[in-house]
Nanobody, 123 residues
Framework: QVQLVESGGGLVQAGGSLTLSCAAS????????MGWFRQAPGKDREFVAS????????DLADSVKGRFTISRDDDKNMVFLQMNSLKPEDTAVYYC????????????????WGKGTLVTVSS
């Protein structure tokens, strides 16, 4: 099992920045792919970003490319999402996720989910 705990959400004005953090614990060696999903009010959950622990290969949704950056600290088992130039449409609950493989992530089916942290962007 892998446990994921997010932090860093909050209220920010449009154009501002936030950094989300995710602390992973448990059998983290079994989940080489980490990432973030989000769910806006009244909408389905959607993929935001992913990163492979060992290779540092990253993937970003088109809607956040150029504004968001995903990174990780292998030694501390942490993943970060740096969000810049935030827009009201970025308002959502952001979930840290962990997947057994890139296949799972590509199918929007990560194996483990955190409880989420709310990001609200005011206009």
């Amino acid at each position: 099992q892998v446990q994921l705990v997010e932090s860093g959400g909050g209220l920010v004005q449009a154009g501002g920045s936030l950094t989300l953090s995710c602390a992973a614990s448990g059998r983290t060696e079994s989940t080489p792919v980490m990432g973030w999903f989000r769910q806006a009010p009244g909408k389905d959950r959607e993929f935001v970003a992913s990163i492979i622990w060992s290779g540092s290969s990253t993937d970003l949704a088109d809607s956040v490319k150029g504004r968001f950056t995903i990174s990780r600290d292998d030694d501390k088992n942490m993943v970060f999402l740096q969000m810049n130039s935030l827009k009201p449409e970025d308002t959502a609950v952001y979930y840290c996720v962990a997947a057994l493989s890139s296949f799972h992530m590509s199918r929007n089916a990560p194996n483990y989910w955190g409880k989420g942290t709310l990001v609200t962007v005011s206009s």
